[in-house]
C-alpha cells in the first residue's frame, strides 16, 4: 500500500506520522514543492525578524524522517489522475498512489487589483514569501500592507523590526472588528498607532502602480489617495489552495469538500488542514488554525487505515499576539452587537491603562465564550468551564484558577469580578 500526502504543513506531516504508527509496512512520500522538512509556520516571522534560524523552526530533525521510513520529495504536483490513481510532477515523472492526501494548504488572497501580480507585491504564507521579502528589504523604505488580521500585524512587526516605515490600510472601521469585538478592536488601533504604524481604517485599495520596471512604486486608494511606496503587502487573509483538486475533478467548493472521516467523494482521496472544508448541514465550514490542521491529520490518518473516525473540533480556541499584546479566545464570541443570538449577553472588564481586557460571554446564563487581551489564561479550564456548562457566577467566583500569568504579576481578580458580574446579572 502505497500513501502519498500532497504537503508537509501540519497535516501532512501529523498524517505521515499517524499512518506510520498504525502500518509498519506500508509506503508513505510526503510531497511538498515548498521545503524539504516539515516547518512551523506561524514561527516564520521570527525567522525574519532574526530571533530564529531556519533549523530552529523545524520541530524534527531530519533523521526522524528517515527513521520513519517516510520519503521525502521536493516537487509541485502538476495533475491528479483520480481514474488511474496517478500524479504528475512538474519534472514529468508520473507517480502511482493507492491512498492519496490533499494537505496543500492556502495561499493570500488577491482580489484582481491592478498591479497585483508586480515585483515586491506579496503576502506572507511560505518560506518562498520571506525569502522574497529578505531579497526586496534593502530597497524598502516605506511598505503598505493591504488588510489587518493576524497576517497584518505580524508583517508590520517584521517590517517595523527593520526601520521600514509601515502604513496599513483596513476596510473595517476598527481593527480587525470583523472577528473582534469593538473594545478589543480599538484598543489593538491605539497599540498600533502608538508604535509608530500608521493604520488607516475604512481604507481600501484600488490599485497598485508600477514604477516603470515591473515593481511596485505606490498604491492607490478608493479616495483616490496616492501613497508612494517599494513594497505592497497582500493580508487580507487567505483561501484554499485547491487548483490541483479542482483540475482533477475532484469536488471542491470553497475548499476540497469532504466528509467528517476527511473523505472526498473521490475513492481514496482524503483532505485534510487549511484546504479542506468539512460539509455538514449548515453548510462547509473551513478551520485554518494550527491545532484544527494537526487534529485533521490524525482523523485523516486513521481513516485511510481503516479506523472509523470523526473530526470533532471541539471548544473553539485560539492566540496570538498583536505586537506586544497578547490575544486568547476560547468558545463563542460574537464580535457584532446587531448579530449576536437571542439570550447572548457580553460582560467587558478594562483596565484603565487599557493594556488588559477580559470578556465573558454568557448565553441564557451559561459560559460559552471569552477573550483575554493582555492577560494569560489556562487554555484547559476555560475549556472545561465552557464543556461543562458553568454558570457565570461560578466561573467569576474561580476566575483566579484560570489565571496563567507569572507568580509576581499583577492580578485583577476582584475588579473584574465585581464589573463583570453587575454586567452579567
Not at 61 to 68: P, S, V, Y
Not at 227 to 235: D, M, N, R, S, Y
Request: aromatic share 8%; net charge neutral.
Amino acid at each position: 500500500m502505497h500513501v502519498v500526502i500532497l504537503g508537509n504543513g501540519i497535516a501532512g506531516a501529523t498524517a505521515a506520522v499517524e499512518v506510520r504508527k498504525r502500518q509498519k509496512a506500508w509506503r508513505i512520500t510526503l510531497i511538498s514543492g515548498e521545503s524539504d522538512l516539515f516547518y512551523s509556520r506561524p514561527a516564520l516571522m521570527y525567522l525574519y525578524m532574526g530571533h530564529m534560524r531556519l533549523g530552529d523552526l523545524h520541530p524534527y530533525e531530519r533523521r526522524f524522517w528517515d527513521d520513519l521510513r517516510i520519503e521525502r520529495v521536493r516537487a509541485w504536483v502538476e495533475h491528479i489522475d483520480t481514474r488511474e490513481r496517478r500524479l504528475r510532477l512538474d519534472r514529468g515523472e508520473a507517480m502511482p498512489y493507492d491512498l492519496l492526501l490533499l494537505a496543500t494548504g492556502a495561499q493570500p488572497n488577491r482580489f484582481g487589483w491592478p498591479g497585483q501580480d508586480l515585483q515586491r507585491v506579496q503576502g506572507l504564507y511560505s518560506l518562498q514569501d520571506v525569502e522574497t521579502l529578505e531579497r526586496a528589504t534593502p530597497v524598502v523604505r516605506h511598505a503598505v500592507l493591504v488588510g489587518g488580521g493576524l497576517i497584518g500585524i505580524e508583517l508590520a512587526e517584521m517590517l517595523h523590526s527593520r526601520g521600514i516605515h509601515v502604513t496599513m490600510l483596513a476596510r473595517e472601521s476598527a481593527y480587525w472588528n470583523n472577528a473582534l469585538p469593538d473594545q478589543e478592536a480599538q484598543m489593538i488601533g491605539r497599540l498600533v498607532r502608538e508604535r509608530g504604524i500608521d493604520l488607516r481604517l475604512g481604507t481600501q485599495l484600488a490599485e497598485i502602480t508600477d514604477d516603470g520596471r515591473g515593481g511596485a512604486a505606490g498604491v492607490v486608494t478608493r479616495d483616490g489617495e496616492r501613497i508612494a511606496c517599494q513594497l505592497v503587502g497582500l493580508t487580507a487573509g487567505v483561501t484554499p489552495n485547491v487548483a490541483v483538486a479542482r483540475d482533477a475533478g475532484i469536488p471542491c467548493s470553497r475548499g476540497v469538500v469532504v466528509d467528517a472521516s476527511l473523505r472526498t467523494a473521490i475513492d481514496g482521496v482524503f483532505a485534510a488542514g487549511d484546504c479542506a472544508e468539512i460539509a455538514g448541514p449548515d453548510g462547509g465550514r473551513v478551520e485554518q488554525l494550527w491545532y484544527t490542521g494537526k487534529a485533521q491529520g490524525e482523523v485523516a490518518a486513521a481513516t485511510m487505515c481503516g479506523e472509523r473516525a470523526r473530526y470533532e473540533r471541539g471548544v473553539w480556541f485560539n492566540s496570538a499576539k498583536f505586537l506586544d499584546l497578547e490575544w486568547h479566545t476560547y468558545g463563542q464570541v460574537t464580535p457584532a452587537v446587531g448579530q449576536r443570538p437571542a439570550g447572548e449577553r457580553h460582560g467587558w472588564w478594562q483596565h484603565p491603562s487599557a493594556r488588559h481586557g477580559l470578556r465573558v460571554v454568557t448565553r441564557d446564563g451559561v459560559v460559552v465564550g471569552m477573550n483575554a487581551m493582555g492577560l494569560r489564561h489556562r487554555h484547559r479550564v476555560w475549556e472545561r468551564w465552557i464543556a461543562e456548562r458553568r454558570d457565570a457566577g461560578y466561573v467569576l467566583d474561580h476566575l483566579r484558577e484560570a489565571n496563567f500569568d507569572a507568580e509576581l504579576s499583577r492580578r485583577w481578580e476582584p475588579q473584574m469580578r465585581a464589573s463583570l458580574k453587575e454586567q452579567l446579572a
